[in-house]
C-alpha cells in the first residue's frame, strides 16, 4: 500500500513540476520591436493599439463595359435531317391519320430513340396521350417537346396540346397560361 501511495505522489508531484516550467521559446522566434514604431495607444485592458504606416487606399470606380445586344439565332443538329429519321415520323404521322395509335406510338418512340432532341416525337406521344386520356402524361410531353421546339408553328402545336389536356384536367392556371401562350404566337 504504501509503494502505491508513494509512486501516486511521485507522478502527481511530476506533473505539477511539468505544468510549472518556464516558457522555453527560442530568441528567434520571437520579433525584435522596431525603436521607430510609435509607441501606440494605450486601451483599458492594456493592449497597446499601434497603427501601420500605409499610404490610404484609393478606390476607383470600375469602368463601364456595354456590351452590344446580339440576336443569337442558333439551330442546333437535332437529328431531323437523318433519313431514317424522316421515314420513321412519316410513318407516325400516317398512323396518327389513320387511327392506330398503337402503332404511331411505337414510331414516335423510335424516331425519339434516333432524335432524343427533336419535338416532332414528343407532340405525336402527347397527341397519343390525350387520345388515352392520360393528360398529365400528354402535358408532361408536350411540356418537354416546347424545349427542343425551334418554330412557332411548332410551339403552337405543342401548346395546344397542352390546352386540351388542361382543359380535360380542369387546371385554370394552366388552361390560362396555354391560351396566354397562344396569342402570342
Known amino acids: 500500500m504504501n509503494f502505491k501511495k508513494g509512486l501516486f ?8 513540476g511539468c505544468q510549472n516550467t518556464p516558457d522555453q521559446r527560442s530568441p528567434a522566434t520571437s520579433k525584435p520591436i522596431e525603436k521607430n ?5 494605450p486601451t483599458p485592458d492594456g493592449v497597446k493599439i499601434i497603427p501601420y504606416d ?3 487606399i484609393i478606390t476607383k470606380p470600375a469602368p463601364t463595359i ?31 391519320k389513320s387511327g392506330q395509335w ?6 414516335a418512340l423510335h424516331a425519339q430513340r434516333l432524335a432524343p432532341q427533336a419535338s416532332e416525337p414528343f407532340l ?4 397519343i396521350a390525350n387520345h388515352k386520356n392520360q393528360f398529365q402524361n400528354a402535358e408532361s410531353l408536350a411540356k418537354r417537346g416546347l424545349s427542343y ?5 411548332m410551339k403552337r402545336e405543342l ?4 390546352l386540351k389536356s388542361a382543359q380535360s384536367q380542369k387546371n385554370n392556371n394552366l388552361i390560362n397560361e396555354a391560351q396566354t401562350q397562344l396569342k402570342s404566337l
Do not use: C, M, S
Request: proline letters at 6%; a positive charge; charged letters at 25%.
Open 9 to 16: 505522489l511521485l507522478g502527481f508531484v511530476t506533473l505539477v
Open 37 to 41: 514604431q510609435p509607441n501606440g495607444v
Open 54 to 56: 500605409r499610404p490610404e
Open 66 to 96: 456595354i456590351v452590344p445586344k446580339q440576336e443569337v439565332k442558333q439551330k442546333f443538329e437535332d437529328g431531323t435531317t437523318l433519313p431514317a429519321y424522316k421515314n420513321i415520323i412519316k410513318q407516325a404521322n400516317q398512323a396518327l
Open 102 to 107: 398503337d402503332n404511331a406510338e411505337k414510331y
Open 124 to 127: 405525336y406521344l402527347a397527341l
Open 149 to 153: 421546339a425551334q418554330t412557332k408553328a
Open 159 to 162: 401548346w395546344k396540346v397542352i
